[in-house]
């Protein structure tokens, strides 16, 4: 995607600490590299004002990527008091780092997916994805500029185009979207060598999902939700879609087997409330593989209700629209704060649904995961960077 930078008029928007100043609220001490900025100072641009569109990064300053944009004091809480961002792993020529991503406590290593069927994945009908991990211990103890290697995992052959993944059980849970006519499946994987897997889901009573995208465990129920999109046809690398694009509940002790939401332009990411009560679900219809994007299509995320019976999601509302890309991957903090992938980085809302402010990357990211206490890792494509921050994620290791 090609990414253009409004300057000038958008240029004169931001607020910077030193004007804050002027007004009559106390100054709220900004940590490095972060810029804050006022919503109202963009509200109305004029007959010649910098618009643009859903594909260019809002970047009002020349603050440099990667950065922290501050729209409200709820993410200087989240930040803490001397929060920081860096790569620390990078294949300029490989998207290795695209999605799936998972922590793992005992070894402190970070899982990841590359990108399946897209630009600088080296997938596609012929080849499957890449499973990798990095040492996150390793990174901290780099020194400045150094990075991290990744090294890719020896999988089953069963596990074709990996998309999604979440800790379950002390072990990896894999959604992969299948290839060809290798059917999309949810794997479990030792997260130690021989990586050693099972699968247990390859089909809905006999006919096979399109190309499960992502996964998430209710925080109650212990019962796998996960999305089935139609990205790996419109990847060319899976055949025409032969179900509704939908939302579905596995209970992994029982085996059965549920569609819990419908009515998607695109389905991907899901999360939960640390209460269950509320799913987050997001729709990437925007973003149509060889259909191209159509910005007037969902970039949207959608909550619902968990029925505390059927835990069918049910009351679906906007809860965000997403100003850049599509929101992909979604995680919440242990306060309830919503953070998802989007075209400039990872965008950030409270519990009532403002945009409070963004991971600024300049760039893609697909997917994030908090790896214990203030530290997010995110993934960009060719890039991973490590934010350590104040706020703790609510992936709690089911
Ligand atoms: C907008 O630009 C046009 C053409 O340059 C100019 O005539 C007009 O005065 C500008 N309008 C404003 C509000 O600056
Ligand atoms: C950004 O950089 C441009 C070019 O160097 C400069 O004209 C502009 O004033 C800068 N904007 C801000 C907000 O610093
Ligand atoms: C954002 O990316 C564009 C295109 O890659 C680049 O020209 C620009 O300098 C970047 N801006 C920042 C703030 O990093
Ligand atoms: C990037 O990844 C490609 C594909 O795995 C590999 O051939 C290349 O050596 C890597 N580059 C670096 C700098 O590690
Ligand atoms: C990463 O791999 C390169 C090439 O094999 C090696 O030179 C470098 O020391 C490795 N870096 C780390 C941190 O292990
Ligand atoms: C891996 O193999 C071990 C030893 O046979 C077994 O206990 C474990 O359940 C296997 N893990 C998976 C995910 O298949
Ligand atoms: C974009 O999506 C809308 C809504 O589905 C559709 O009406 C329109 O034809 C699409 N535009 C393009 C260029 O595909």
Same mark, same amino acid.
């Given at each position: ?88 792993? &990078? ?7 695209? &999605? ?19 630009? *600088?994945?080296?997938?596609? #009908? ?9 040492? %996150? ?15 890719? #995992? ?20 894999? =959604? ?5 006519? *290798?059917?999309?499946?949810?794997? *479990? ?25 992502? =996964? ?17 046809? %419109? ?13 579905? +509940? *596995? ?7 549920? =569609? ?55 009351? +679906? ?13 979604? &995680? ?48 960009? &494509? ?17």
């Amino acid at each position: 995607m090609t990414i253009l930078l409004t300057s000038g008029l958008l240029a004169c928007l931001a607020i910077v600490y030193t004007s804050y100043a002027t007004s009559t609220a106390a100054p709220p001490k900004l940590p490095p590299q972060s810029v804050l900025t006022d919503f109202k100072s963009f509200a109305v641009l004029g007959a010649n004002g910098s618009f643009r569109d859903g594909l260019t990064p809002f970047n009002p300053t020349n603050t440099t990527a990667p950065s922290f944009q501050i729209f409200n004091d709820d993410f200087l809480t989240i930040l803490g008091n001397n929060p920081s961002i860096r790569v620390i792993a &990078e294949n300029d020529t490989f998207a290795f780092a695209h &999605e799936a991503p998972i922590w793992m406590p005992d070894t402190d290593e970070v899982f990841f997916a590359s990108n399946d069927g897209g630009a *600088l994945g080296m997938s596609d #009908l012929n080849h499957n994805n890449q499973y990798s991990f990095i040492s %996150l211990k390793a990174a901290e103890n780099l020194g400045k500029g150094q990075l991290v290697n990744f090294t890719k #995992l020896p999988l089953d052959s069963s596990i074709q185009m990996t998309n999604g993944g979440t800790p379950f059980r002390n072990q990896l849970l894999l =959604v992969n979207s299948g290839r060809g006519p *290798l059917p999309p499946n949810i794997a *479990l994987v030792n997260p130690k060598p021989p990586f050693n897997s099972t699968i247990i889901l390859d089909n809905f009573i006999g006919r096979q999902f399109n190309s499960l995208n992502d =996964v998430k465990i209710h925080p109650q129920s212990k019962a796998i939700f996960f999305t089935d999109t139609i990205y790996g046809f %419109l990847n060319n690398f899976r055949p025409p879609p032969e179900l509704p694009i939908q939302v579905y +509940r *596995l209970d992994p002790d029982t085996g059965d087997l549920r =569609v819990v939401a419908d009515q998607f332009n695109k389905c991907n990411g899901i999360a939960f409330s640390p209460d269950g009560n509320t799913a987050f679900v997001t729709d990437t219809g925007v973003s149509g593989g060889f259909m191209g994007f159509n910005q007037t299509l969902p970039a949207t995320i959608y909550a619902y209700d968990v029925d505390p019976v059927t835990q069918m999601f049910k009351n +679906r509302r906007v809860f965000a629209y997403t100003d850049n890309g599509v929101p992909d991957g979604i &995680e919440l903090d242990s306060k309830g704060n919503v953070y998802s992938g989007c075209g400039d980085g990872i965008q950030v809302w409270n519990p009532s649904g403002q945009l409070i402010g963004k991971f600024f990357l300049n760039t893609t990211s697909a997917n994030l995961a908090f790896a214990g206490q203030g530290r997010l890792v995110i993934m960009a &494509e060719t890039k991973i960077f490590l934010a350590n921050i104040a706020a703790t994620g609510n992936n709690l290791l089911f």
